[in-house]
């Protein structure tokens, strides 16, 4: 049988190869084993064919005459009676090999990386269990070996594909090396090896698959399906289940939210309220998210009716009364919007819907503006059919689907109306939320301040994707520049936690919302006041005070970055005292930086706005944050006293030594992933972030127990929303030493 080999590919070699060469490539691809599950037959095949190239090429004379009839070979056409024969790459000779070595011919192939060679000339091979029919016993022996040399061949090149980005390419070539396996019943120990590297390949296989055009249908299909068979086999979104993926539940995380961009609304609305049933923390509230989005993208309040149930079961756990708010107030229920906003801790977001109602009796222009914007720049984008829509409040009230099931939808009674402050935020155990970092996707993220996100808790532990992976978003800057112990990116999400280990609760808001919409049970009546409320909307819109979101957004997005560590905050500014490098750090004078730092902060955000003392106890880029939000703060017109104590210093790690609380998480690939750098998920890749490494010699970590309670004051006059009381923060504060004495880098607040 004609094989695609040549005498030269068979050692190695070049043509040009000295006799010198060719003995020392001979002898180290014969000391050059295959794999194991190999039979002595198919490792006598190798060595004859190994053999018989070298003392061809060794001998002048032999060598010369080979190179004339490979000439001809390749020249002379074949006759009509020859069988046909695979097609050639150029370059290549065809060897004449008898049948007893073709086995050891395809394991040749097979270790110069030929692949699709082994297959053309393997395949056809396979049904035939008689190669040597002279050699009793040997028959099956030959058969289970190509067997295993098509199998190998097809692992390599679905890995070969997997390297070049080809993922469901990749998953056909698995999958039929594991079908010919368990076809012929052989090779337990390969096929665990493909099935693995199939468990693997499976987050790359759902973002390539739900990445493609909307009209692929059936391959989109296939992509949801395989995503819902991991969550089934992780046992939801934050399961502790195994999946085979490799990917941690923070990876999982991550991987869900990159995935979110590349799904619809109904997608997303499907998956999620049915994960949300396990109970999911995680699914319930991206399935209000999803709900809330095509709901009032679509005109179809029914939708968002149905996030209630799912807020009411969430507000045990978190504070999600600006979406309740939000929800009433799509649905005409004003004075529910009303009950749920007043019970908000969301003082960023407060400020921003007092500022944009002064001159109106109550705070619906404020929440109606800050509603359109959120669900237009934080919501909107992370829908794949919805980041273009231009719908705005004024379009989706005066809907006429809208209005019909608004006016007959039955008025709630005041004990289901007063659900939202029955369940509002109990304590939280120290784990109870998860909190994270708002990022883009695909881009890195600048250097303005950002508005924090958060995701829901996954029940409930620290804890996000890409693919995993795998996954834009515009950051928007903070409404104010509003100062606390908790770093500035993630203030809003952090300032939750805290507060929900206070026993007092924030004074009312002052204010009440006017029924616009519930107007009793006739139908013109109710009719009345919606065209009462598009009216005011149109002239609320029209004001040229709108604000630029990307300096005073509304907030209350739940962005997960890919590409940072979840917990990775930023940091805060110090006083006039500093820790002299003369000293060793020791935990009281960890303890007198800290008090140093906090003094500091007061300075800076006090009623005098005094940044002087931040310059020696704060350095990079921590420096820089903290003195522009004092900056704002002076610039809006207000100031904050602080009231600080150091509770204790739970640890000091310094010289490099192991931090005592890493909250960097590593997404990195499988010791065992066959997948190199090019691959989406390596370490190499922006979506693939590495734990940060250990500090210097010169950096220090320490991590203290803090009590905060901060009153604001706007414009000279308390504003009793913004102010809070937060006993027990746990900071971690990570040191540096700049001119002999150590300043704080990064402030990072921890569960």
Not at 5 to 14: A, E, K, S, V
Not at 187 to 195: D, N
Not at 546 to 553: E, F, G, N, R, S
Not at 581 to 609: D, N, P, V, Y
């Amino acid at each position: 049988m004609q094989i695609p080999l040549d005498y030269y590919r068979i050692l190695g070699l070049p043509t040009q190869s000295t006799p010198e060469q060719l003995q020392q490539a001979h002898r180290d691809r014969v000391l050059q084993l295959p794999r194991r599950e190999y039979s002595e037959i198919a490792i006598a095949s190798r060595r004859e064919l190994l053999d018989e190239a070298y003392t061809t090429l060794a001998d002048p004379a032999l060598r010369d005459v080979y190179h004339r009839n490979t000439t001809r070979s390749q020249s002379a056409p074949r006759g009509g009676e020859d069988p046909p024969q695979p097609p050639i790459p150029t370059g290549i000779g065809l060897l004449d090999v008898p049948e007893h070595q073709v086995i050891g011919a395809l394991l040749l192939l097979q270790e110069l990386g030929e692949y699709e060679l082994v297959l053309q000339v393997g395949i056809p091979l396979l049904p035939k269990k008689n190669f040597h029919p002279e050699r009793s016993g040997e028959s099956e022996i030959v058969h289970a070996d190509t067997a295993l040399t098509l199998a190998l061949a097809y692992l390599e090149l679905g890995r070969e594909y997997w390297q070049q980005g080809h993922y469901e390419s990749a998953a056909e070539s698995l999958e039929a090396g594991q079908a010919l396996l368990l076809k012929e019943g052989l090779f337990a120990g390969v096929r665990g090896e493909i099935k693995t590297d199939l468990y693997k390949l499976r987050p790359y296989r759902v973002l390539e698959l739900l990445a493609l055009p909307l009209e692929h249908l059936s391959d989109r299909r296939k992509g949801l399906q395989i995503l819902r068979d991991m969550l089934q086999e992780r046992g939801g979104i934050d399961g502790t289940g195994d999946d085979l993926s490799g990917l941690t539940i923070d990876d999982f995380l991550r991987f869900i939210q990159q995935l979110r961009d590349y799904l619809t609304a109904e997608e997303q609305q499907i998956l999620f309220e049915t994960e949300a049933r396990r109970p999911s923390a995680v699914a319930t509230y991206l399935g209000v998210y999803a709900l809330l989005a095509r709901g009032f993208a679509t005109y179809q309040p029914e939708l968002i009716r149905r996030t209630k149930p799912l807020l009411v079961r969430l507000a045990k756990r978190q504070d999600v009364h600006l979406e309740q708010s939000i929800s009433a107030l799509l649905l005409g229920q004003t004075e529910q919007a009303s009950r749920a906003l007043e019970m908000s801790r969301e003082y960023e977001a407060i400020v921003f819907i007092r500022e944009h109602s002064q001159g109106s009796s109550d705070l619906l222009p404020g929440l109606c503006l800050y509603t359109e914007q959120w669900l237009r720049q934080d919501v909107f984008p992370h829908f794949r059919d919805l980041v273009n829509c231009k719908v705005t409040l004024k379009d989706y009230f005066s809907n006429a689907q809208v209005q019909q099931y608004l006016e007959a939808l039955p008025q709630e009674t005041t004990e289901q109306g007063e659900a939202w402050e029955v369940t509002g935020v109990s304590s939280l155990q120290s784990n109870a939320e998860r909190t994270f970092t708002p990022p883009p996707l695909r881009s890195t993220v600048g250097e303005a301040p950002v508005s924090p996100r958060r995701l829901p808790p996954r029940e409930l532990r620290s804890s996000p994707p890409s693919a995993a992976l795998l996954p834009a978003e515009g950051s928007r800057a903070l409404p104010s520049g509003r100062h606390s112990e908790i770093p500035p990116e993630n203030h809003r999400s952090r300032r939750r936690s805290s507060l929900a280990r206070d026993d007092r609760r924030s004074p009312k808001i002052g204010f009440k919302l006017g029924p616009l919409l519930l107007v009793g049970m006739t139908g013109l009546l109710f009719l009345a006041s919606l065209i009462f409320v598009g009216v005011n909307l149109a002239k609320w819109f029209s004001q040229p005070s709108t604000p630029d979101l990307a300096q005073a957004p509304p907030g209350n997005g739940f962005k997960v970055r890919l590409d940072q560590p979840i917990l990775n905050l930023s940091p805060s500014p110090p006083a006039n005292s500093s820790v002299s490098l003369a000293a060793t750090l020791t935990e009281a004078s960890a303890r007198s930086l800290i008090e140093a730092w906090l003094a500091a902060k007061s300075e800076a955000m006090g009623e005098g706005h005094d940044l002087a003392p931040l310059v020696n106890v704060l350095t990079g880029e921590a420096l820089l944050g903290r003195q522009q939000e004092a900056e704002i703060a002076q610039r809006e017109g207000y100031y904050v006293e602080y009231e600080h104590r150091v509770e204790s210093i739970e640890s000091l790690e310094i010289d490099g030594s192991e931090p005592a609380a890493d909250t960097t998480t590593s997404f990195t690939q499988p010791p065992d992933d066959p997948l190199t750098a090019s691959n989406p998920l390596s370490a190499s890749n922006p979506l693939n972030p590495t734990s940060a490494s250990s500090p210097s010699p010169t950096q220090a970590i320490v991590i203290a127990v803090i009590n905060e309670a901060a009153t604001f004051y706007q414009n000279g006059e308390l504003d009793q929303i913004s102010s809070y009381n937060a006993p027990g923060l746990r900071i971690r504060y990570d040191l540096e030493q700049v001119n002999g004495e150590w300043r704080i880098a990064e402030i990072t607040s921890l569960p």
